[in-house]
């Protein structure tokens, strides 16, 4: 049963242009969001996270948007940039409950030079 | 200055035989974590540790260890290694549970 899902794979965008990753949950329980990217051969990088009180959280190029009641949310970075194509990892967990860190499968952002 | 360092990064062995992978961090953090990423890549969490307690432990084989001498170490130790263990294990710590996580580097174990 995948609580955070990210339905897809891979996603390509020219450079300079916005990259949207979307991702969904489940579980209503999730009040705390993070993203995480990957490089390959490496661990994965803390990004940015959001908690459910807010429905937007900025960080330079990179912005997270929440829809709770669409239990949806997504990141977009603009502007693209080649050294951003990695695996970005969605995950979700319920800070001060029970609900542990829980990871979407992945999507595999390329930028085109 | 790593923060979360674990060893080795790779490891190839042969089935049957038994394996620690040690992990490190030097962050300050009261939670460390084991997660599995499997041929699918998805990213499991098997343990949690809060300051050298258990707290989450998923539905993991006995063979599958862990051990947190202080809240600065946790070393996954798994015993009699089977073909489907083979698969990119990561530690991770946290100042406080569920919140972000610190990976290291990841060990990829290769059982044939």
């Known amino acids: 049963d995948q609580q955070v899902k990210q339905n897809s794979p891979s996603l390509s965008v020219q450079e300079g242009r916005i990259s949207i990753l979307n991702c969904d949950y489940t579980?209503?329980?999730?009040?705390?969001f993070l993203w995480y990217k990957k490089y390959p051969a490496e661990g994965p990088t803390f990004l940015i996270s959001?908690?459910?009180?807010?429905d937007k959280n900025e960080d330079g190029r990179f912005t997270v948007f929440l829809n709770k009641s669409a239990k949806h949310l997504s990141l977009h970075i603009v502007p693209s940039q080649p050294g951003d194509s990695a695996v970005y990892f969605c995950?979700?967990?319920?800070?001060?409950?029970?609900?542990?860190?829980?990871f979407g499968t992945g999507t595999r952002l390329t930028i085109i030079p | 200055d790593t923060a979360v360092s674990q060893t080795p990064k790779y490891l190839v062995t042969q089935m049957g035989n038994d394996k620690s992978i040690k992990c490190e961090q030097n962050?300050?953090?009261?939670?460390m974590y084991w997660y599995k990423q499997d041929s699918k890549k998805f990213l499991k969490i098997m343990f949690s540790?809060?300051?050298?307690?258990?707290?989450i432990n998923e539905t993991v084989p006995n063979r599958f260890s862990p051990k947190s001498p202080d809240k600065a170490h946790l070393n996954l130790h798994i015993n009699s290694l089977e073909l489907g263990d083979s698969a990119v294990y990561f530690c991770?710590?946290?100042?406080?549970?569920?919140?972000?996580?610190?990976f290291g580097q990841g060990t990829r174990l290769t059982v044939v």
């Open positions: 991770a710590s946290s100042q406080r549970v569920n919140t972000e996580a610190f």
């Open positions: 579980n209503s329980m999730f009040d705390y």
């Open positions: 959001i908690s459910s009180i807010k």
């Open positions: 995950a979700a967990s319920s800070r001060f409950g029970n609900e542990k860190l829980t």
């Open positions: 962050l300050g953090h009261d939670t």
């Open positions: 540790y809060n300051n050298k307690e258990l707290i």
